[in-house]
């Protein structure tokens, strides 16, 4: 049980005595592998299992799997039944997966809180939902949507609903989850299963800098550029200076080489190294 009637202030989120904005750093690793055959460099031996962060560098790594993750944004506006609903879903994938609720609604968040063992009851391997609602469920109470949207882009959860009204300004403020599902209309099992996003998405807080899988995992980005001799009137002009002021000599010279080379009569009006040897 998350919601509990002794709280504690956290960086002005009430959460329960038991209960860490930093549960993440207690999920258990995913059970993701891979497999291969002997290579000379990583000694892999065929059939064996090997983690992700062992394949990483040899093979393509898109993300590091772990339990699945939800969480549920509420406003005073929401329906505590679909709430409690919702929060099943993930945890169904195993007793290690966390599923949250951030509200600024206490009514809710008890309403919720009150349906959650009932509906969880209905369900077909109860014990699953219970043991994750249990040990990483969290209902997170803030005083403002503000402060929702900070407790929530800490968290990253793989997936967020949203449950509130104004949702151009959610939309517009949350930055941090795997993927964003806007409404009562919407929920988890659309995404997993047929609303044509891809469900492949971070966890263990790498929303905050990734997201779900998609066509640019798969490819590799190589950049060029070409400088002719007019433009390094202008691009060595400058790269010369900001690297003196960085202490970059050698830098440096490498620029002003071009500088004397192509404009030998230019008064440039700062130093300019000219090579002594030709």
Known sequence: ??????????????????????????????????????????????????SPVQCAGSVGIHVFATPAESAIIADDTADPMTIAVDL?????????????????????????????????DEMPNAEVFHAAWRDYGETILCHS????????????????????????????????????????GSTVTHGDKCSGTNHILPTMRAGRCS????VHKF??????????????????????????????ERHARASDRRLRKYFPQKDWGFDVYAQKHH
């Open 1 to 50: 049980m998350t919601f509990c009637r002794k709280f504690s202030r956290i960086k002005g989120s009430i959460i329960p005595e038991r209960c860490s904005t930093d549960r993440h750093e207690t999920h258990q690793a995913g059970k993701s592998d891979c497999r291969g055959p002997t290579h000379d460099r990583t000694g892999v031996r065929l059939g064996q299992r090997v």
């Open 88 to 120: 099943m879903p993930q945890a169904e994938h195993g007793t290690n997966s966390p599923v949250w609720l951030f509200t600024t609604s206490e009514t809710i968040a008890n309403r919720v809180m009150e349906r959650v063992p009932a509906v969880g």
């Open 145 to 184: 949507r503000e402060e929702v949207v900070e407790v929530s882009d800490r968290y990253a959860s793989e997936h967020l609903q949203m449950f509130a009204t104004d949702l151009a300004w959610w939309k517009r403020n949350l930055n941090n989850d795997g993927s964003l599902f806007l409404g009562e």
């Open 211 to 214: 997201g779900g899988l998609n």
């Open 219 to 248: 490819m590799k980005v190589l950049t060029y550029q070409e400088i002719s001799e007019e433009a390094n009137a202008v691009f060595s002009a400058v790269w010369s200076r900001i690297s003196r002021v960085e202490g970059m």
